[in-house]
């Protein structure tokens, strides 16, 4: 017989709260009132914090989880995977969560996750938000991010501060601690904005307060792109005009691969659009509310 979901009421109130997964723990955090959307957010190894949108919550139930690795939550497992491994722990918040079926919205390395639980969970995911993600991280993903990250002085030849923040993106990030990931997150930001310069005064508390956690795998190399032709889940994919490293080229393979998908190109939008574009954002959002 198929399983029965019965919401809890708890699980699913206002506030802060946790799960067991397997040996460590996940905190959640839960706003607004409709159906449930469930972040994820990018990285891998950045703080939840970016993703809460009070607009949102205006329309869904948003449930923001704190990835395991970050935050208050627990560590990682052992052997973790770049992918399966979040998909596992966003399988377990949904059946502790009590709701038969899901939006996802995945931003970066979550879409990525939220790809890969689509495809193996179809049944229980309303309608995705694919956001500044990719198919795929094989080598030519990040060698483009690399060429685009390197150019971008050129983009901005009036300010100085640039150079930091290019000297930041080339640093090695292996062995550092929590404080240091996030400094250096910090220093490399304004890379992921179409403009952060003349809008420095806005993101400077995004800036300030912004934490990464080191992570690791074996592997870092993905490639759903073979598989998506098989999603039949209401899907929008959105992206900023210029997110060096997951901007157009990436969005339209998305959009190429996934059946009834929709493509929404931010023209004054980097990597975070929900940010620099929020209403926009928005915008794209919510036709998902009338395609289920």
């Not at 019965?6 to 009132?33: E, R």
């Not at 640039?162 to 490399?188: N, P, W």
């Amino acid at each position: 017989m198929p399983t029965t979901h019965h919401p809890s009421k708890g699980n699913l109130a206002a506030g802060t709260h946790s799960l067991p997964v397997g040996d460590a723990h996940m905190v959640y955090h839960v706003a607004g009132s409709g159906p449930v959307m469930i972040t994820h957010s990018g990285g891998p190894g950045v703080g939840y914090a970016y993703l809460r949108s009070a607009a949102l919550e205006e329309h869904f139930t948003m449930v923001y989880p704190e990835p395991l690795g970050t935050g208050a939550s627990g560590p990682l497992p052992g052997k973790a995977t770049f992918d399966d491994t979040y998909a596992d722990v966003l399988h377990t918040l949904l059946e502790h969560l009590g709701v038969p079926r899901a939006y996802l919205l995945g931003h970066s390395h979550g879409g990525i996750v939220a790809q890969r639980f689509a495809l193996r969970h179809p049944d229980r995911v309303a309608g995705l938000v694919l956001y500044s993600t990719t198919p795929t991280t094989d080598a030519g993903f990040w060698q483009s991010a690399r060429e685009t990250a390197l150019a971008y002085r050129h983009r901005h030849p009036l300010v100085p501060e640039t150079a930091d923040v290019i000297e930041a993106f080339r640093a090695d990030s292996d062995g550092m601690d929590e404080a240091g990931k996030s400094a250096l997150v910090r220093r490399v930001l304004p890379l992921y904005f179409a403009d952060f310069w003349s809008r420095r005064e806005e993101f400077a508390g995004l800036r300030a307060e912004v934490r990464s956690w080191p992570v690791s795998f074996d592997s870092t190399v993905v490639d759903h792109g073979p598989d998506l032709h098989r999603l039949r889940t209401p899907t929008v994919i959105v992206t900023g005009r210029h997110d060096f490293i997951c901007g157009p080229v990436w969005a339209q393979m998305l959009f190429d691969r996934i059946p009834g998908s929709r493509l929404v190109i931010l023209e004054n939008s980097g990597h975070f659009a929900s940010l620099e574009e929020p209403d926009a954002f928005l915008a794209a959002v919510l036709p998902l509310l009338t395609t289920v």
